[in-house]
Every structure is written in structure tokens, then in C-alpha cells.
């Protein structure tokens, strides 16, 4: 690998690799959110109640995968449908009390994992790091134009 690119292809290839489950599990922790309840639960809580077709569009995923990821979620107690006042009978979903508890305890044993991971790492290190991240991702969501909110 010759040119820097090519090591932040190679590098960014390793990264999704390396989910948060993976991270979670260097910790020897099991339990938790799936992977798509954990990012979908992150995103109503940051907007609010969402619609099937309001999910849809930001993602950039099928109505029915998203259909099948919410029924799961509202089996599970973790998102609750309430009337979308401006939509006649559609629908929005929302966090239960439950889902916030579970998303904020996976979202703890995440960041407890990434402590791990970074523990050698000084504060400047991970400041700088994150900072990169953010830059990276919202230059993505420029090109791509959907921008993720950021609380």
C-alpha cells in the first residue's frame, strides 16, 4: 500500500469489521441490543417519532426490512407506536421507557469496551481521534445527503 488512501480503504475495511459487538465482547459481556435496534433506537431518540417511510428514507432501506425490524422491536417493548397527528391513521414509533434503559446500558457497555480499546490512548489522542471520526462521517453524509443529528 503505497498511497495513504489505500490505507484508509484497508483501515476502514477492518473498521466495520470490528462492530460494536466486537467491541463489546473484548470485555467478555454478552446480552444487549441488536445491532440495527441499537442504531435504529439511536436515531428516533435523537428525532423524535418516526414513520416506517420517515425510517426508510433516512436509512436507505426498504419499507419491509424496516417492517420487520420494528415488529421485533415492538415485540421486545422496545419502541411503541403511537398517531402521527399530521398523517391521518399513519403511525410513528417511539421509545418506551424500556428501550431508552437498554440503548443507554448498551450505549454504556459500548463506551465501556472502547475504553478498554483506547486505554493506552492519552485524552488528546481520543479527542483528536473522535474529531477525525466526525469529520469523516460528516463529510459521508454531505456526499451522500443525509445527514445523521448529533445530540
Known amino acids: ?6 490505507r484508509v480503504e484497508f483501515e476502514t475495511m477492518l473498521l466495520t469489521r470490528h462492530t460494536l459487538t466486537t467491541v463489546r465482547r473484548a470485555g467478555q459481556e454478552t446480552g444487549g441490543l441488536e445491532r440495527s435496534a441499537y442504531i435504529l433506537l439511536s436515531r428516533i431518540r435523537l428525532e423524535g417519532p418516526m414513520s416506517i417511510r420517515e ?5 436507505r432501506l426498504d419499507q419491509s426490512t424496516l417492517n420487520r425490524q420494528t415488529s421485533a422491536m415492538l415485540r421486545a417493548g422496545l ?3 403511537i398517531a402521527d397527528p399530521g398523517a391521518g391513521i399513519a403511525r410513528k414509533f417511539r421509545v418506551t421507557e424500556e428501550g431508552a434503559r437498554r440503548l443507554d ?3 454504556e457497555r459500548i463506551v465501556r469496551g472502547l475504553e478498554r ?3 493506552d490512548w492519552t485524552a488528546e489522542e481520543v479527542e483528536t481521534f473522535a474529531g477525525y471520526l466526525e469529520r469523516f462521517n ?3 453524509e454531505r456526499l ?3 445527514a ?4
Do not use: A, Y
Not at 425510517?55 to 436509512?59: K, Q, R
Not at 445523521?148 to 445530540?151: A, E, N
Open 138 to 140: 460528516t463529510d459521508i
Open 117 to 119: 480499546v483506547l486505554h
Open 55 to 59: 425510517l426508510s428514507d433516512v436509512f
Open 79 to 81: 419502541v411503541e407506536r
Open 144 to 146: 451522500s445527503g443525509g
Open 1 to 6: 500500500m503505497d498511497k495513504p488512501i489505500e
Open 148 to 151: 445523521w443529528p448529533r445530540p
Open 105 to 107: 446500558d448498551e450505549r
